[in-house]
């Protein structure tokens, strides 16, 4: 549901908050629901209420022995609620109150109503959990409620978290909820649960450790001494203490009967006659009652009461659009109700929602089922459709729509741009009604076959879809469409079935069937269309990106966010701006990619939140790289956490457990970087995923070589087909030739495809085997050219992550004058133990020196590096020519070099400068 237009004192906000393996279908999309502050209040304890101190010293003792729960369990109208409520305006302890309804058996709807109750103990508490509680894919519950209960764990103070109507919920994803929730419960938390029926929890292991405080009918049926008070006191009779006692006796203490019983008896006479005449089971008992209080009341309230029992939740507005009668005003009537206590529940301390008990809106609609034709029902639930869509209220627009089985109006709202249907419930609600839908009714209007494969891929579930898609292809085909405007609708239609095989496709990483549909898909498509086709050209995008063509990809992106945009379709939107970062990441052009996913995450809390591992990861990826390994770490651990949330997404949660064994690994701590990535490995392959098996080799290669394993990282790099690392791990096997033969068929790909970021790690190894290979006035040009394209986009973890033989490069490029300031930045980088391989190499290759240089040795030698001829240089030391030349002749053979140029660069290796 969406806020847009509701009044202060109804609602409030609670906070809500690609590489993803099903991308969301296109469907209009909202902003995310507000919270009903109703739910949220404490009934107030009425001042007419029947004190209860024997129960009130029950509850005070299952609090005081430290009990986890504490259940009020009984049938309908054994005052429950009021028993509790009073309790705890009692107990002097902070309350976290949650009324429950049909709407919560959603885990997602039901933890952020949890969530939402909490923040009354502590604002802000669980505010970074609710951005999970809106995306398509299913919930990682115990990782939620975990972060939560560690949050619960850290208030200062001791508090009640009380859950009203549990028996509304008949979801076994809830019920695990909270049995998760009681387990692993914080000591300042006490659970309070009031139900009509006992929860499918674990009650019995519960009452076995003495971790459970309960009270039933038994306990909650009035005695004869408080049904007295009721009566006489509250309800205004004057009965013997024979008539209480027999009406007690036969309602069974039950509350409801005996002030449906006091309200019956309004009117009477002789009430020890109607007492008498009072029998029955307890269901008739019940009937009874209910109908003689409808029945005692004037037309226009029945009437009301009647016609308004379709909803939920009432207001006066409400009523008054529902009812089209403007001689009394709806909210004076709700007022007349709450005062003669016929049944109507206050919601908010305003008096200004409110509800019927449950047993009397139960009467009440079959009553009104009794009383009046289904057409003129479903004309009340068209009207109060109508007031929630005027409201903005775009999902119980859509339930009364459905109910009043109003196809059209259903469509036309499930399509609205305003209905928040990236919500997992808002699609499950959707996609229920869809399916409950005749098949004629289906067949008539192929589009809600395809409504039903769409939902389904907002929800994130790929079996089915097919399955749907032939069933709108079947229907499309026998059913006739003759004019114009039929013909664009079914070849746009056409086109939506093929945009939802290339999402399906993508998931399954089939590239040419990517190409396929998402080519007929905007062959097919209207040209006003612009959503779906976005949708389409963003698959276009994707499959280019698995065919390495990078520049067709990032064509593909820009074009699916300017049609995004252009549609006002944000999480479109948002998931090609995400699709673009990743490419101008590959592009080496950091700062932009930077800059894009902070423009990203403007968006993503709001529009697509289930996309939001995916921009954290980036700017991991980029902070990894400018060496920023604090910030790097902060923004893998934030990927991490929303990636496991959404772990069913395999490819985030992969993704973002690769990275955080790269950070280890950057670290020092390869043993922790490999037992990472062999648990990546087996969740991978536990869940069939494929698709990154390369990817974990190649990190699991990169550990191999730091653990000086080559052997084992050739074999694996080998077995994968990952040339690159393949290079990497010959150069570390002492065999520079054979890596160079591998890299430059690489080069020249990575050249002839604009793969920017690869060419670099292509030149930087070329580099290193060129130099290890004796060939180093080759690297040391390489290099060169490498400095020149990485230091304006600030990489360091490239040169870095190439250990001792790219600081020895680095240090003699620095020693050369080759770009001699970010030589020195990125050999500051390396980490000690890197500098103290470099000074241990450059003393071992002193000490292999046959003599020292003498001290005029060192003054010629330091000549011989400048730009002086030999005439020059013997004229500056004052000797002759013949002298100069006998000392360069011992520098030489003292060096091991053969020329002028050689000794130079050798003594820079060896420091003598």
Partial sequence: MSSKGIKKECYFHGGIIINRKVEVAHYNQAMPAPILATKLYVPAPRPDTVPRPRLIEQLNQGLSSGHKLTLVSASAGFGKTTLVSEWVAQSGLPVAWLSLD??????????????????????????????????PQPLQIETILTTLLNEISTLPENFLLVLDDYHLIDSQGVDQSLAFLIEHQPQQ?????????????????????NQYNELRAADLRFTPVEAAEFLNRNMGLNLSEEDIATLDKRTEGWIAGLQLAALSMRGYKDAADFIQSFTGSHRFVMDYLLEEVLQQQPENIQSFLLRTSILDRMCGPLCD????????????????????????????????????????????????????????????????SEWYENNDLMLDAFRHAAAANDVERAIRLMESRKMPVHRRGTATTILGWLESLPKTVLDAKPALWWGQAAMLLVIGQITGVEEKLQATEAALTSTALSDAVSDDATRDLIGKIAAARANVAQAQTQTETIFMQARRALEYLHPNNLADRSMAVRSLGFAYYLQRDLVEAGHAYTEAYSLARAAGDDIDATIALIRLGQLQEEKSQLHLAAETYNQTMKMVDVYSPYNAPL?????????????????????????FRLAQQYDQVVDRLILSEMFLARLKLAR???????????????????????????????????????????????????????????????????????????????????????????????????????????EKEKAMELLDEVLSRAEPEGFIRLFVDEGPRMAEL????????????YANKLLAAFPKSTEIILQSKITNQKSKMIEPLSERELEVLKLLRSELSGPEIAERLIVSLNTLRTHTKNIFNKLGVNNRRAAVRRAQELDLF
């Fill in 615 to 639: 921009v954290f990861l980036g700017l991991a990826r980029i902070h990894y790289e400018w060496n920023d390994l604090n910030a790097a770490e902060q923004y893998g651990e934030q990927s």
């Fill in 189 to 209: 938390m006490h659970l309070v649960i009031a139900t009509r029926e006992d929860p499918s929890l674990p009650l019995a292991r519960l009452r076995a450790l």
């Fill in 321 to 384: 659009t529902i009812l089209l009668d403007s001689s009394v005003p709806a909210q004076k009537t709700l007022e007349y109700l709450e005062h003669a206590n016929l049944f109507i529940v206050p919601l908010d301390n305003d008096r200004r929602w409110y509800r019927y008990h449950h047993l009397f809106m139960d009467l009440l609609r079959k009553r009104l089922g009794q009383s009046l034709g289904s057409e003129e029902i479903a004309q009340l639930h068209i009207r109060a």
């Fill in 668 to 774: 020092g701590d390869a043993v922790s970087a490999a037992e990472i990535l062999s648990q990546v490995e087996q969740n991978a392959h536990q869940r069939d995923y494929t698709f990154r098996a390369p990817y974990i080799a190649y990190d699991k290669a990169f550990v191999l070589i730091r653990q000086g394993n080559t052997d084992a990282a050739l074999q694996l790099a080998q077995q994968n087909n990952l040339p690159l690392m393949q290079a990497r791990a010959l150069i570390a096997r002492g065999n520079p030739a054979e890596a160079l033969a591998v890299l430059e068929p690489l080069r020249h790909e990575a050249e002839s495809k604009e793969w920017v970021y690869r060419l670099l790690m292509v030149m930087t190894l070329q580099s290193i085997a060129l130099y290890t290979n004796g």
């Fill in 102 to 135: 049909d709407g919560d058996n959603d885990p997602a709807r039901f933890i952020s109503y949890l969530i939402a109750a909490l923040q009354n103990i502590k604002e802000g508490i669980g505010e970074s959990l609710l951005v999970a509680l809106y995306s």
């Fill in 810 to 821: 680095l240090a003699t490029a620095a020693a050369q004058g080759i770009r001699p300031d």
